[in-house]
Structures are given as C-alpha cells and as structure tokens.
C-alpha cells in the first residue's frame, strides 16, 4: 500500500513539472512570438520561415510558408494583437527536445480568433516549430482593397447633335 502511493505520488510531482515551462523559456517563448506575429504582419514569409526550427523547414517548403502568409496576413489585418492565455502551455519533452505550445487569442470582426504556437527550446533559445489558427475570421474571405480614386478627369461627354425642331402641323389624310 505504501509503496503504491509512493509511486503515485512520484507520479502526480513528475507530471505536474513536466507540464511546466521555466521562466527563462516562457521568456524566449514570448520574445519568438511577438517577432513572429511582428514578421507575419508584414507578410515576411522569409524570416519565418529561415528562422523556424528544422523540424519545420523539413516539413513546409519556403513556397509553402509564402502562401501560408499570404493568406493569414490580410485576414489578420482587421484584428486586435494577439493575447496569451496565460495558463494554457503545454510541454512536451523527448529525444527530439523540449516543445512548448502556448495559445494566444485575438479579437477579430468575425469574433475570437485562437493561435496556437509550437516552439522548439535548445540552449534556451525558442524557434517556431509550428503554427494553428482557428476562427472564422479565417475562413472568411478578406475584404477588398478600395481602388484609388482616379488622378485625372474624367473626359467630358460628346456634344450631342441638336434636336430636330417639333412640328405642330398635321398632315392631310
């Protein structure tokens, strides 16, 4: 019995610390997102891309991340910043390293916008190893630009040939 809730209690303490991320990882956790979110609304697939752990540009060509940003930045655009919520961290430890998934929220015309972020800690350095967007400001399609107005004229419209004068005679049967 004893030894059943030693083993137990080992349990619930080494979940418990596996499910948390240090100070100093939230810390580069947070600084890689907001150049993340920084770079995505510039529309810079390259630094997203070129700068995400390995794992992820063995998986998504550079073509892959350009379209992906294409298509997130304008839909983004309406939006509030994103926020972090706070307690919703998840880590993952194994061979392949310590992953981290935070999930921000934005306010969005649509209504709440969820991203969920994956970073890579080494040497306690966080690098985007993925990313999720949920929301229906997603699916939605962007508004349209607004043409510029026109920077000249419009041409006048031809002069019309006057009116042939109206006749009041009648004519016999």
Same mark, same amino acid.
């Given at each position: 019995?004893?030894?059943?809730?030693?083993?137990?209690?080992?349990?619930?303490?080494?979940?418990?610390?596996?499910?948390?991320?240090?100070?100093?990882?939230?810390?580069?956790?947070?600084?890689?997102?907001?150049? #993340?979110?920084?770079?995505?609304? =510039?529309? $810079? +697939?390259?630094?997203?891309?070129?700068?995400?752990?390995?794992?992820?540009? %063995?998986?998504?060509? #550079?073509?892959?991340?350009?379209?992906? *940003?294409? #298509? !997130?930045?304008?839909?983004?655009?309406?939006?509030?910043?994103?926020?972090?919520?706070?307690?919703?961290?998840? @880590?993952?430890?194994? @061979?392949?390293?310590? !992953?981290?998934?935070?999930?921000? %929220?934005? %306010?969005?015309?649509?209504?709440?916008?969820? =991203?969920?972020? @994956? !970073?890579?800690?080494? $040497? $306690? *350095?966080? @690098?985007?190893?993925?990313?999720? !967007?949920?929301?229906?400001?997603?699916?939605?399609?962007?508004? +349209?630009? *607004?043409?510029?107005?026109?920077?000249?004229? +419009?041409?006048?419209?031809? $002069?019309?040939?006057?009116?042939?004068?109206?006749?009041?005679?009648?004519?016999?049967?």
């Amino acid at each position: 019995m004893n030894r059943t809730r030693a083993l137990l209690c080992a349990t619930a303490l080494s979940v418990a610390l596996g499910a948390c991320a240090s100070r100093e990882d939230m810390t580069a956790i947070e600084a890689a997102a907001e150049a #993340f979110h920084a770079e995505l609304a =510039e529309g $810079d +697939a390259r630094t997203i891309h070129d700068t995400a752990a390995e794992a992820y540009r %063995q998986t998504t060509s #550079f073509e892959q991340s350009e379209r992906l *940003v294409a #298509f !997130f930045k304008p839909r983004l655009a309406p939006c509030e910043p994103p926020v972090r919520v706070k307690n919703n961290v998840s @880590t993952n430890y194994s @061979t392949s390293g310590n !992953f981290v998934t935070v999930v921000y %929220q934005r %306010q969005c015309p649509l209504g709440v916008m969820t =991203e969920t972020l @994956t !970073f890579l800690i080494k $040497d $306690d *350095v966080a @690098t985007l190893a993925g990313f999720n !967007f949920n929301g229906d400001q997603i699916m939605s399609e962007p508004a +349209a630009p *607004v043409a510029p107005a026109p920077t000249s004229p +419009a041409p006048a419209a031809p $002069d019309l040939p006057p009116a042939s004068p109206p006749t009041d005679a009648k004519t016999p049967i």
